[in-house]
């Protein structure tokens, strides 16, 4: 049982496409993450949402709280957003444990 | 800009053998995180430690798994009898409140148990 899931698996697009990159989850929740890894293995923190919508440079997270569900929007994209983007959820009435989604690979094609 | 370290980057140990993963969190952060990765699989919480103790951990951190902030500069994660499982990349995480959540990665260290 996965309580947070990602769509797409697998996303390739040519630069300069917007993109958005699902996730939806079972689980009450305080927060949700969006995290970056690089083809290295190395993690990013890229945004964290309780409510509403944050924006870092060409970078959108979106969250529904009632619809349990939260985007990530990439606009002009460029080889260099090429990496696995990863959902992750802090249930709530815990101090910090966390779900994790299994990822978006996200190929980006000059 | 400040950055979490991890040492080894890579680890090669035999089945049964006790390892012990460093990390050197950023300096004025108060929260500190082991999470897990196996290959080709999901990233996965292991264990949260504020204020000299355990604040959190998953089912994945049994009694063969300890954390130790042994002299305020280093976090570190043990493994007492490593199992063929335990293969994977483990991160090290710390932030400056809880709220923040991951706050900063380390770049992990493939431990690989032959």
């Known amino acids: 049982k996965n309580e947070v899931e990602q769509s797409p698996q697998n996303l390739t697009a040519q630069e300069g496409e917007f993109i958005t990159i699902n996730c939806s989850y079972s689980?009450?929740?305080?927060?949700l993450h969006w995290l970056q890894q690089h083809p290295g293995g190395g993690i990013v923190s890229l945004f964290m949402?309780?409510?509403g919508k944050k924006k870092h440079g060409r970078l959108i997270a979106t969250i529904n709280i009632q619809e349990k569900h939260s985007s990530l929007h990439i606009t002009a994209s460029h080889p260099r957003d090429s990496a696995v983007y990863i959902c992750?959820?802090?249930?709530?009435?815990?101090?910090?444990?966390?779900?994790f989604g299994t990822g978006t690979s996200l190929t980006v094609i000059p | 800009e400040p950055e979490v370290t991890q040492t080894p980057s890579h680890q090669v140990t035999q089945m049964g053998q006790e390892v012990i993963l460093r990390c050197v969190p950023i300096?004025?952060?108060?929260?500190f995180y082991w999470y897990r990765q196996i290959l080709g699989q999901k990233v996965e919480f292991l264990v949260s430690?504020?204020?000299?103790?355990?604040?959190?951990k998953s089912e994945i951190f049994d009694d063969q798994f300890s954390v130790e902030r042994p002299d305020g500069s280093n976090f570190t994660l043990k493994i007492r009898s490593t199992k063929l499982e335990d293969s994977a990349m483990y991160f090290c995480?710390?932030?400056?409140?809880?709220?923040?959540?991951?706050?900063?990665f380390g770049q992990g260290t493939r431990l690989t148990v032959v």
């Open positions: 995480a710390s932030s400056d409140g809880g709220r923040t959540g991951f706050g900063f």
């Open positions: 689980v009450g929740i305080s927060a």
């Open positions: 949402l309780s409510s």
């Open positions: 992750a959820v802090r249930l709530i009435n815990t101090g910090n444990q966390f779900y």
């Open positions: 300096s004025n952060h108060l929260y």
């Open positions: 430690f504020y204020n000299n103790e355990i604040s959190e």
